[in-house]
């Protein structure tokens, strides 16, 4: 028998086939989920909520050929988790808007949500509802809401003079590696981090360290300068530019005081916490500091969106 | 000058851009909106959450050359702020992702987010956040988080035998006259409606009338009968098949008790409210009554969406 392609089903029965595979995911905080115009959610008390969403599209930030569905619903779901852990949050429930090929097979929208779903229960994230359209390519698009207490919560534009800047993980290299849709969102590390330490300013790392750096120095308005020999680099990294540009690292980049930070762990479970330089002035820019001492500015480079 | 392209601009420069031209729509809720890994927004406190998203694709949903980029976003947002409506709620914040060619001209943008901000400001929903990628073409997807007292909830769910089924507004040729992307959601009337009278099921209408009818019946587990001639046509709609299957109208379906119809006004405001048919018994299906008093089944139709 052929495989049914999303053409052969109605969206009644695509969607019915969804909100069945998304039912191992339950909240308590979850009155109604996938089905009616809207989910119903119960509000968290004694914290603000977060709210982002992150979208990928097929040819543009994966290829159906080269990454299976699987790790494409991953990495849907875990890019939004971490935009929460960076602002020092725990992810609460996603939703998931669904551009699909008629052409498409069933079993491969059963991939991607079975990849959401992997995602969603290892972080407790039920996904609640959203939409599902034709489009001429694979797109999906998840929008999370988070909560954070307002004592954790980490914007891009705390960095203070005097701050180190610390990164969690090694960088580069996640295209080759496959980490780039197979990482862990480093929501359990922050939320480690934050118990021990107050933390000035956090981001995630997308586009690549030195694009990354330039944010918050822009955020922030401070002028932030790295080591190049601290910078942690992935296995299979062979350049410092690797680390610094490659992006979708999906790590965390944070500022702490340089007291806080000599109380820093060298890891948080087997995650590797490293400094990697300081935020030296007021201004906006970002410099890098060779081996043998020379400061040089560092140019954004990194992922170009358009 | 040449108009400049998404391409000629860098990531940063456009969300610099779209943040300040978001700058009007502001909310005493939002802590932080566009700019950081999330937004941050400040709970409402004695309110459920609704969540919802809605996807656009070029081609598929819109044609870049017949709408103008203001109706898209128009569209866009409203269709979002219908759900909400049609959970009995008001929506608090949106994000916004957007998928752009390289080669879309600054000012396609510009006016995407003036219809945004055209639709947020009238009903008092600011745009926090969301994501710019590069796609092949133009895809929108909005997700909004609502607020919903509980004693207003309206699921599609709770339609009763007896029940007396309305809808606002008049369907059909929602394509032709262009109130497919300008339309009003309805949220104003179902807050008017609400007040005044319990509604037991209620639902958005996306679809088309007749299919829309199959989603409320499968929901509530009753079979519905609509009456033909009571099925209020919009101008220029020549038959009666065209309301019951054009789709996009955006109007509310809603089930009362028969008591309650009878209190129902004619019009809130200037939308009219109209008694289309009736819960029957138990069981899934749609019935359509003909002038002639005979009794037919009615096929979903509607929009399809693979």
């Known amino acids: 028998m052929a495989i049914p392609t999303v053409h052969d089903w109605t969206e009644h029965k695509l969607i019915g086939r969804i909100a069945r595979r998304m039912q191992g995911l339950r909240s308590s905080s979850v009155r109604v989920g ?4 809207a989910a119903v959610l119960e509000c968290p008390r004694g914290f603000l909520l977060l709210f982002a969403s992150d979208m990928f599209v097929e040819g543009v930030h994966f290829h159906r050929r ?18 929460i852990a960076a602002m020092g949050g725990l992810p609460c429930w996603a939703v998931v808007s669904l551009g699909l090929p008629q052409t498409i ?30 489009s001429p390519q694979v797109v999906i698009d998840v929008a999370v809401v988070g909560k954070v207490r307002a004592e954790h919560l980490c914007l891009r534009t705390g960095a203070r003079v ?12 996640s295209y080759p590696s496959g980490r780039h849709a197979r990482f862990i969102p480093r929501l359990r590390e922050a939320q480690q981090l934050l118990r021990r330490i107050p933390i000035h300013a956090m981001m995630d790392l997308s586009d690549g360290l030195a694009s990354d750096l330039w944010q918050m120095s822009r955020a922030s308005h401070r002028i932030l300068r790295i080591d190049a020999d601290r910078v942690p680099q992935s296995a299979g990294v062979k350049t410092l530019n690797q680390a610094l ?32 330089g300081s935020v030296v002035r007021s201004g906006v ?13 560092l140019q954004p480079g990194g992922f170009r969106h358009f």
């Open 34 to 37: 996938i089905g009616d115009d």
């Open 162 to 173: 005097g701050d180190v800047l610390c990164v969690t993980g090694r960088l580069g290299g």
């Open 105 to 134: 097979p069933v079993p491969f929208v059963d991939g991607l949500y079975r990849g959401l779903k992997r995602c969603g229960r290892r972080f407790g994230v039920p996904i609640v509802g959203g939409d599902t359209v034709r």
């Open 66 to 83: 080269l990454l299976p569905a699987v790790w494409i619903g991953w990495k849907a779901l875990a890019a939004n988790l971490s935009d």
């Open 245 to 276: 540009t490659d992006g979708e690292d999906f790590e965390l980049l944070f500022a702490v005081s340089s007291q806080d930070a000599a109380r820093l762990p060298h890891r948080v479970g087997r995650c590797p916490i490293t400094g990697i």
């Open 285 to 297: 820019g970002v410099e890098l500091r060779k081996a043998d001492g020379r400061v040089h500015p």
